[in-house]
């Protein structure tokens, strides 16, 4: 299966399940690539923040047949044919906490289509990237266009950031595009992400398992690494060699 047949097959599984994952948002342009090496995966597990009226769970099963869906849901929970729903509000760290531990193993796949408040993003971000997500595994937090309404509201939150807001996912994610590459950062510099993350609630440990991030249309795709990279920075770039030598 090719990338464009698999973009074919999410769109028809969006479309079959009526999400508007694929209707609306068009995740099948991001997702055909970022989830291609989920395709033949076989089983595996997958989490997703929000369960609504049930079109997200239907979407994931019939993209993967053999995987097993948890979703965590402020208002729903039960199970059906391979999935289960937990009853948790992710704005809540001790109930994410609490829900974790009834996943006793790591899931190759987290969404975030949940509350979409910056702030529970993030939250739910530094919750669950470290702890839940096995390595190498992707984690998607979708409808981020929350992060540039200046004065909205939504499932009964206040949405008032906008562009450039410093406590906006986009620009959480900015400065953690910032982090992936700390390796190149002197120290100095170094403390200054580390104190900015921390400040908008942004877990550095967490964002030190990110070995790359993705920015789409209204989503952001992140991918977790599978150990701690060796001799990270700092690092000074010398214009005679044109080389980084390790401080």
Not at 43 to 56: D, H, N, R
Request: with cysteine; net charge negative.
């Amino acid at each position: 299966m090719t990338v464009d047949s698999f973009r074919e097959t999410l769109i028809a599984a969006g479309i079959q399940a009526n999400t508007d994952k694929i209707t609306v948002h068009h995740y099948d342009k991001p997702y055909s690539k970022a989830l291609y090496r989920l395709r033949d995966k076989g089983p595996f597990a997958m989490l997703e923040i929000g369960y609504g009226s049930g079109e997200g769970v239907k979407f994931w099963k019939n993209l993967f047949p053999e995987a097993f869906i948890y979703c965590f849901d402020r208002d729903v929970e039960g199970e059906e044919d391979r999935a289960k729903v937990l009853k948790v509000d992710q704005s809540d760290l001790q109930g994410l906490q609490l829900a974790m531990e009834q996943i006793d193993h790591p899931v190759d796949l987290i969404v975030d289509d949940g509350s979409h408040h910056p702030s529970h993003q993030i939250l739910t971000f530094s919750c669950l990237f470290p702890a839940l997500l096995g390595d190498n595994g992707l984690y998607a937090i979708e409808d981020i266009e929350t992060s540039y309404w200046r004065n909205g509201a939504l499932y009964g939150y206040a949405m008032n950031y906008g562009l450039n807001d410093p406590w906006s996912v986009m620009e959480a994610f900015k400065v953690a595009a910032d982090d992936v590459n700390r390796r190149f950062i002197c120290e100095e510099d170094q403390s200054l992400l580390q104190y900015r993350m921390m400040s908008i609630g942004l877990d550095p440990q967490a964002v030190e398992l990110v070995e790359s991030i993705l920015f789409s249309r209204n989503c952001v795709i992140l991918e977790k690494n599978n150990a701690t990279l060796e001799g990270q920075g700092p690092y000074h770039y010398s214009a005679e060699s044109s080389r980084f030598t390790q401080l």
